[in-house]
Structures are given as structure tokens and as C-alpha cells.
């Protein structure tokens, strides 16, 4: 979709279009980091099916480990995923938030040319 640099702010009912593809994208986004965490702490932690999903999720949210690693391999998994969590937490929200940030960027943008047009 090319865009034309005099186009106006996207109509109110393409822009809940635009929020919901990228809200989407970062649901998606999500869903697919606590898969690896699920699956990282159910394989390689050796964790039940329940306290690997509340593991994954509590350090995809940022709040924390709850059960102890007890192998290396565990400890090493352990450790990426919470880089890895701590990335992709920012990077979703990002993503999220992208439609608002371009809305906003458009609309100073059209007031400028607007106040520039007056002068």
C-alpha cells in the first residue's frame, strides 16, 4: 500500500482496522514466546505441564522465576528465556502500540502543514 505525503489522518473505522491487525500481531507475538517457555520448562526443566505455563508466563511478564532449576541445562534455559522474555515483552508492546504512535506522528504532521500553509 503506497501512501501519499498530503493524505489525510486514516478514518476512524480503518484505524480500529489498523489497531486490531497489530494487536493481533502482538497476541501472536506472545502466544508464540510462552510456547518455547512452556515447552523449554516442560522438556528441559522437567516441570509438569501446569507449573511450565505459570513458570513461562510469570517471566514473560517480567515478575520472576517460582520453581528452582535443578540441572545446568535447565539454569542455561532458564537464562535465555528470561533474556529472551525480557526482549520480546518490549518488543510486543512496541508492537502494540505502533498505530497510536503513527496516528500521533500524522496528526502533528497535518497541523504543521496546516500552520505552515496559514503563514
Known amino acids: 500500500m503506497k501512501k ?3 493524505r ?3 478514518p476512524p473505522k480503518d484505524f480500529g482496522r489498523r489497531v486490531l491487525k497489530y494487536s493481533l500481531y502482538s497476541l501472536m507475538l506472545l502466544i508464540l514466546s510462552l510456547t518455547i517457555g512452556v515447552l523449554g520448562y516442560f ?5 509438569s505441564l501446569i507449573d511450565s505455563i505459570y513458570n513461562a508466563s510469570m517471566i514473560l511478564t517480567g515478575m520472576g522465576p517460582i520453581d528452582k532449576m535443578t540441572t545446568d541445562s535447565a539454569k542455561l534455559f532458564a537464562s535465555a528465556y528470561a533474556l529472551f522474555s525480557g526482549v520480546i515483552f518490549l518488543s510486543t508492546v512496541a508492537v502494540f502500540f505502533a498505530p497510536f504512535a503513527h496516528r500521533l506522528i500524522h496528526l502533528f504532521k497535518i497541523d504543521e502543514m496546516d500552520n505552515t500553509n496559514l503563514d
Do not use: A, S, T
Open 4 to 6: 501519499h505525503k498530503n
Open 8 to 10: 489525510q489522518v486514516l
Open 43 to 47: 522438556f528441559i526443566g522437567g516441570l
